[in-house]
């Protein structure tokens, strides 16, 4: 199958061959510059999204969407099928039945959905004590009839590893939410102006990716042979994302119960500023190294190569991130948030080291994904699930609220040490990058927390910033330095091939 994303043209007579197709490996660097720079611009778009919207929304509104957010995800992971990942790695992800077959179930999975929205209204109101909801979510829950019906060509520039478009598309979509948002908050300052903004979000998306990609429309078809494949292959990855949504989501659904409503809106405020890291790790091995990874899996010494050249800079960045993060999270909050929100400083600096476990377990979920192995996912899930389950209403009875997340981030060791044995077993080395970084990371913690206990009547935020950098600059400035040499000595293997591999 090519890997470019326009057909190759023929050469008429007397014209020069075209240039080689490029490598899996330039494919793979490419992609991983587009997503970054895509997940970069995204992230950019949100930050300024929630410093505007933190200035002119209470918390409690925050609060409210947090709610709603949760509902949504449960509803969507509680379905997932695994079309994302089955046209990703399947062998006939480019023929056009299998294609319009997937995007027929991906569109009456979404008109389910609103069903299901709909109906779980009232229980999520007795639940919440947030009369709200009761309309609230079936509107916000429009957003899943529209996600239903992207495009599968969206998937499938992904396939073959060609991010730009769907960069600009993801990007363009951000924004004109965005200036929804702000809009409609400067008219009506409630949660229909964070509602509005996510609709408008996912139609843009859905429009675009009809309107602008290249490849056939897709139009309502049903090969029973290609549901079959698909939803053999989506058992397992049902399972996986049903386990993924209680272990990510478990939290909020148990603060919903503990803490006010304003601070479960800081708190939510502060961990999507933890998780931006993390979420670049995923999205980056989900778009670049999963498609890298598929193509390379009966390779061994091929994949054994790229999955230490993706891995290692990785880690040795989001490592560096996470620990700035729990350094500074309150002069971070401090600088960018008004008075009501400065709690989310403590809450960034705890949630960055349960987030950072979190990168690492993306980048070995990905690995055994592409390996055909997702009932393991889900193994790992149920780890964590059990002992957040043991673990938080326990932290929380002894310790209150800082206590739970402190607990929160000791839960995600076990599924990360469970998940790198997996992925040992199948001779990919990486301990050592793992280990270091995250003796890094902890130490960060460590200076963080003595710093809060010996600092605390600190009144100057230039002087606290002023110190945590030099401890920063004293932990990270030789673990950088031995990243660089290990990353370049990160295997002879290239990455792949000229042309694209067989499928």
């Not at 999520?124 to 992207?150: N, R």
């Not at 042979?225 to 209680?246: K, N, Q």
């Not at 293997?493 to 000229?498: C, I, K, S």
Request: aromatic share 10%; glycine share 8%; net charge positive.
């Amino acid at each position: 199958m090519p890997l470019s994303e326009d057909a190759a043209l023929a050469v008429p007579e007397g014209r020069p061959e075209p240039a080689a197709k490029p490598s899996l490996r330039s494919l793979a660097f490419r992609g991983a510059a587009w997503t970054l720079a895509g997940d970069g611009g995204s992230q950019l778009i949100r930050f300024i999204s929630n410093l505007i919207l933190a200035r002119l929304l209470l918390p409690d509104v925050f609060g409210i969407m947090v709610i709603i957010m949760v509902v949504q995800q449960g509803l969507a992971m509680f379905s997932d099928v695994g079309i994302h990942p089955a046209i990703v790695q399947h062998k006939r992800g480019d023929d056009q039945a299998f294609l319009d077959t997937a995007w027929t179930i991906q569109v009456l999975r979404g008109v389910g959905l609103w069903l299901a929205t709909c109906a779980i209204a009232w229980p999520v109101v007795m639940y919440s004590k947030q009369p709200s909801l009761l309309y609230l979510l079936p509107v916000a829950g429009l957003s899943t009839v529209t996600d239903g019906l992207v495009s599968t060509k969206f998937i499938s520039l992904e396939r073959h590893l060609s991010i730009g478009r769907l960069t600009a598309i993801n990007l363009g979509s951000a924004v004109f939410s965005l200036a929804v948002r702000i809009a409609w908050v400067l008219l009506s300052p409630t949660v229909w102006a964070l509602i509005a903004g996510g609709l408008s979000q996912s139609l843009m998306r859905t429009v675009l990716s009809h309107a602008i990609l290249p490849g056939a429309l897709n139009r309502f078809r049903w090969d029973r042979e290609c549901a079959r494949e698909l939803m053999s292959f989506g058992r397992w990855v049902f399972v996986s994302t049903l386990l993924t949504f209680i272990a990510m989501q478990l939290d909020k659904i148990l603060f919903v119960k503990f803490i006010p409503l304003a601070m479960l809106g800081i708190y939510n405020i502060g961990s999507n500023v933890s998780r931006i890291p993390a979420e670049t790790v995923q999205k980056i091995m989900a778009g670049v190294a999963f498609p890298a990874f598929s193509r390379l899996k009966d390779r061994q010494g091929e994949f054994s190569s790229a999955y230490r050249r993706i891995r290692a800079p990785l880690l040795a960045g989001s490592g560096a991130i996470f620990a700035f993060l729990t350094l500074g999270g309150p002069v971070v909050a401090q600088v960018l948030y008004p008075a009501l929100y400065q709690d989310a400083g403590w809450v960034i600096q705890i949630v960055a080291v349960a987030c950072w476990f979190q990168a690492l377990e993306s980048t070995n979920v990905t690995t055994l994904l592409a390996l055909g192995q997702p009932k393991w996912l889900a193994a790992g899930n149920f780890v964590k699930i059990v002992a957040m389950a043991i673990v938080l209403p326990v932290a929380f009875y002894k310790w209150q609220f800082p206590g739970a997340l402190v607990g929160m981030a000791l839960v995600e060791l076990p599924k990360y040490l469970f998940e790198a044995w997996l992925v040992r077993r199948h001779h990919l080395r990486g301990w050592r990058v793992e280990l270091a970084t995250t003796g890094a990371v902890l130490a960060s913690a460590a200076v963080a927390f003595q710093l809060h206990v010996r600092a605390s009547d600190w009144e100057h935020t230039r002087t606290k910033f002023l110190v945590a950098g030099a401890c920063f600059a004293i932990i990270w400035t030789p673990f950088l330095l031995w990243a660089r040499k290990v990353v370049g000595q990160g295997g002879e293997a290239p990455l792949g091939t000229q042309g694209a591999p067989a499928q």
